[in-house]
C-alpha cells in the first residue's frame, strides 16, 4: 500500500505515482531528483514500503549532514582500533541495509574519494569495513535522492560520470510545488487536517478568500514552506473557528523579508567594500548564530538548516585552534 502521506496522485503526481511502482517492483536503482522540500525522502520511503523488500529494514543517510571523514566509517563500518575513537567494532549502514534498502540522500554532496568506493561496491557487491580485511557479500536496494544537477557536477568532476550511470538506472523527478496546482488544494487541506491533530486543535474551516491566496502563492520553499505556514496559521490565526488570510498577506511578508534581505545585502556589501569585512567573517557570524539558535547542535542546525555539518565542524574546528 502506498505511503499515505504522498498526495495527489491521481493529478500532478499521477506519473509519479507510476514510477513509483516501477521502481518498487523491479527494485531497480532509483535516482530522485527535485528542488528542497519536494518530498524526496516520502517517495524514497514508498518505494521501500510497496517493494518486495518493505518488511526489511529502510536505512537512510544524509551525505551532506556528516562529516566526510566520518561517512566513509557511517558507510562501511568500522574495526575495533582503525582509529581514535573506535573502541569497538561497529557494522556500517550498508551492512544494516543487506537484504532491504539503502537510501543516499543528497549523494551529490558526497566525496568523489568516497564516490568510488560506493562504487566498487555496487559493482562488487561487497564492503569491507574500515580497518578490516573480511569481505562481506551485500545485497540491497539503492535508491538515491539529490537537489544537484549531477550531470553539471560531471562537467566540474566533482561527481563520478560512472557512479551517476550506476544510481541513475531509473530517474524519478518531483515537481515543484509551483507545478503542481492541482495537487495543492488537497495538499493545503491535509495539512491543515495533520496540524490540527498533531498540536490537539479543532480543525479550523479555510476561507475561500484563504485557499485562493495560498492556490495563488508561488512556494519557493515547496512542502516545507507549505507546512511551516499552514503551523503558523494554525497557532496564531485562527478566529471564529476560521483561518481567513488577506488578500496579498503571503506576498506583502515575502516582499518584506525580501526587502530586508536587500538591505542588508547592501550594507553588508558595502563593509566589504570599505574592508571593514571580509567573506570569511559574515560566514563565521551567520554559523555562530545559527548554532546558538539551536544550542550548539550541530545535527539538528545542519537538518533545519540544509547546511552542511562539515562547514560547523570547521567553523568549530578554527573557533578552538
Not at 530522485?32 to 537512510?60: D, L, Y
Request: charged content about 25%; aromatic content about 6%; some cysteine.
Amino acid at each position: 500500500m502506498l505511503n499515505r502521506k504522498i498526495i495527489g496522485l491521481n493529478n500532478d503526481l499521477k506519473g509519479v505515482f507510476k514510477n513509483i511502482k516501477i521502481a518498487a517492483d523491479y527494485l531497480l536503482p532509483t535516482l530522485i531528483t527535485g528542488e528542497t522540500g519536494t518530498g524526496k525522502e516520502v517517495i524514497a520511503e514508498s518505494i521501500h514500503q510497496m517493494s518486495p523488500r518493505k518488511n526489511k529494514c529502510f536505512i537512510k543517510i544524509n551525505c551532506s549532514a556528516i562529516p566526510e571523514n566520518l561517512l566513509e566509517s557511517e558507510l562501511f563500518g568500522y574495526k575495533k582500533g582503525a582509529f581514535t575513537g573506535a573502541v569497538t567494532d561497529k557494522p556500517g549502514l550498508i551492512e544494516l541495509a543487506d537484504s532491504g534498502s539503502l537510501f543516499l540522500d543528497e549523494i551529490g554532496d558526497m566525496t568523489y574519494n568516497l564516490q568510488g568506493k560506493l562504487l566498487r561496491v555496487l559493482q562488487e557487491k561487497e564492503i569491507i569495513s574500515v580497518g578490516g580485511n573480511h569481505i562481506k557479500k551485500v545485497d540491497f536496494h539503492l535508491i538515491s535522492a539529490t537537489n544537484q544537477n549531477l550531470e553539471d557536477l560531471i562537467k566540474k568532476n566533482l561527481f563520478r560520470n560512472d557512479l551517476y550511470f550506476r544510481i541513475n538506472v531509473f530517474p524519478i523527478h518531483l515537481p515543484p510545488l509551483r507545478e503542481r496546482s492541482t495537487d495543492l488544494g488537497n495538499l493545503i487541506r491535509h495539512l491543515v487536517q495533520k496540524k490540527s491533530q498533531e498540536y490537539n486543535l479543532e480543525e479550523p474551516k479555510l476561507t475561500d478568500r484563504s485557499l485562493k491566496n495560498l492556490l495563488g502563492y508561488s512556494w519557493p520553499g515547496n512542502i516545507r514552506e507549505l507546512e511551516n505556514v499552514i503551523t503558523r496559521l494554525l497557532v496564531t490565526g485562527i478566529e471564529n473557528s476560521e483561518i481567513d488570510i488577506k488578500s496579498g498577506d503571503l506576498t506583502n511578508t515575502a516582499q518584506k523579508d525580501h526587502t530586508s534581505l536587500k538591505k542588508a545585502i547592501d550594507v553588508i556589501s558595502s563593509n566589504i567594500i570599505q574592508k571593514q569585512l571580509t567573506l570569511k567573517d559574515l560566514e563565521s557570524k551567520i554559523l555562530t548564530n545559527i548554532l546558538r539558535k539551536y544550542n550548539n547542535n550541530i545535527p539538528i542546525a545542519a537538518q533545519n538548516t540544509d547546511i552542511s555539518k562539515n562547514q560547523f565542524y570547521r567553523k568549530i574546528d578554527k573557533a578552538t585552534l
